[in-house]
Nanobody, 115 residues
Framework: QVQLVKSGGDLVQAGGSLRLSCAAS????????IAWYRQAPGKQREGVAD????????SYADSVKGRFIISRDNAKNTVYLQMNSLKPEDTAVYYC????????WGQGTQVTVSS
């Protein structure tokens, strides 16, 4: 069974940093592209960043380029999202999933950035 457990969300002031984690199980982790998504209140879910199985191909949404860094540790079956210079507009529930989506979306992790 494919499972992805998201953690690391918190309340932080604008300009601060957070690191989100996505712990995976139930599939061949190192062979699968993983993405982080977010959904703000009243908005559709949007892609934030994604990383290939080997970690050598990465892409970011324009809104987070230069501030967020996606990485993975295949030995730990975990993908990370380092979020720096956070802005109030980064406030959202953050999710991770495989590409294509293999796991239920489930509960994300809440990130709230106060101004």
């Amino acid at each position: 069974q494919v499972q992805l457990v998201k953690s690391g969300g918190d309340l932080v002031q604008a300009g601060g940093s957070l690191r989100l984690s996505c712990a995976a199980s139930g599939f061949s982790f190192s062979r699968v592209r993983i993405a982080w998504y977010r959904q703000a209140p009243g908005k559709q879910r949007e892609g934030v960043a994604d990383i290939s199985g080997g970690g050598n191909t990465i892409s970011y949404a324009d809104s987070v380029k230069g501030r967020f860094i996606i990485s993975r540790d295949n030995a730990k079956n975990t993908v990370y999202l380092q979020m720096n210079s956070l802005k109030p507009e980064d406030t959202a529930v953050y999710y991770c999933n495989t590409i294509p989506s293999l796991a239920a979306w489930g509960q994300g992790t809440q990130v709230t950035v106060s101004s």
